[in-house]
């Protein structure tokens, strides 16, 4: 499986982007698909989380604010990531999970870097 992760960039503190995963050797819908990040000198942390069918789980620092999304056509999932704060700037990567880990790759990563 291959995840091709785009959309990153810089913006203004309050504005809006949408970061993209295509996968490629697998369909987004079998698995547990995410959106990671990693801030400099810091772990990467959980950001949000699409399950089975439309489930999904966030990480509380994003909840109202990000939104993550599955598209069966395209094979891509995407994070709509509305009033951006400084704290969210990151390296974004997109996770494939399948059978517990069994089945784990990584997206390149896309950076994301907020401005005041």
């Known amino acids: 499986v291959q995840l091709q992760a785009s959309g990153g960039g810089l913006v203004q503190a309050g504005g809006s982007l949408r970061l993209s995963c295509v996968a490629s050797g697998s369909t987004v819908n079998s698995a547990r698909m995410g959106w990671y990040r990693q801030a400099p000198g810091k772990q990467r942390e959980l950001v949000a989380l699409?399950?089975?069918?439309?489930?999904?789980n966030y990480a509380d620092s994003v909840k109202g604010r990000f939104t993550i999304s599955r598209d069966s056509a395209k094979n891509t999932i995407y994070l709509q990531m509305n009033n951006l704060k400084l704290q969210d700037t990151a390296v974004y990567y997109c996770n494939y999970n399948l059978l517990g880990g069994i089945y784990n790759y990584w997206g390149q990563g896309t950076l994301v870097t907020v401005s005041s």
């Open positions: 699409i399950i089975s069918g439309s489930s999904t």
